[in-house]
Structures are given as structure tokens and as C-alpha cells.
């Protein structure tokens, strides 16, 4: 058995570096999501689709006024939105986890 070379220095400063970059990014998003800002007027059109329509109601029918968002978004939020109640918080819920998500995928870059 070989034993595996230690990292450099400098592999460790980029290391610390890239985790620092990622946690201060997290921190970001955690500020804003737990901040709670007024909805855009972009996603409040959204937020009455989802809370007039039933899942199957959104998985059959088209968005009116030629708004469009993909069942993919739809649903799940209809979803967190019957679990944790109609807020802002449990509207951007998904979009808050999908950047944290990001956030760890883009750390090995």
C-alpha cells in the first residue's frame, strides 16, 4: 500500500478558499430567503394560479394571460404550499433549496 501525497499548501489555501466562497454564498441566500421580501408582481401571479388550482387542475390546464411555468415547478410548490401553508416563505421555498443545491454541485468546481 502507497500512502496518498498530503496536499500542498496551496491545495489547502484554494480548498479553504472555495468553502469560504460557497458558505458566504449560503449565508447570502439564507439572509434573503428568512428576510421574507414582498413577492413581484411576476411571482404573486403565480402564487393565485397555484393557490386557485388543484394539481390536476395545473398539470391539465394552461396558465392564463400567457404566463407559463413548468409542471415541474408547479406542483411541488402546490405541494409545499398544502404542507406548510400559504406564505411567501413556503412560495420561494423550492427555489431557496434549488440555490443551496447549486451552491453544493458548484463546490467541486
Known amino acids: 500500500m502507497t500512502a496518498s501525497p498530503s496536499p500542498s499548501l496551496e491545495e489547502k489555501w484554494w480548498s479553504r478558499a472555495g468553502l469560504s466562497v460557497v458558505l458566504f454564498g449560503l ?4 439572509v434573503q430567503y428568512l428576510g421574507n421580501p414582498s413577492l413581484w408582481v411576476d ?8 393557490r386557485e388550482r388543484t394539481l ?3 398539470l391539465s390546464q394552461p ?3 400567457g404566463q407559463v411555468a413548468p409542471v415541474g415547478y408547479l406542483v ?3 405541494v409545499v404550499v398544502l404542507l ?3 406564505s411567501g416563505l413556503s412560495h420561494r421555498l423550492l427555489l431557496f433549496l434549488a440555490s443551496v443545491l447549486a ?7
Open 43 to 50: 411571482e404573486l401571479s403565480l402564487v393565485v394560479r397555484v
Open 27 to 30: 449565508g447570502l441566500r439564507l
Open 103 to 109: 451552491l453544493a454541485l458548484f463546490w467541486p468546481l
Open 76 to 78: 411541488p410548490t402546490k
Open 84 to 86: 406548510f401553508g400559504e
Open 56 to 58: 390536476i387542475e395545473l
Open 63 to 65: 396558465l392564463p394571460m
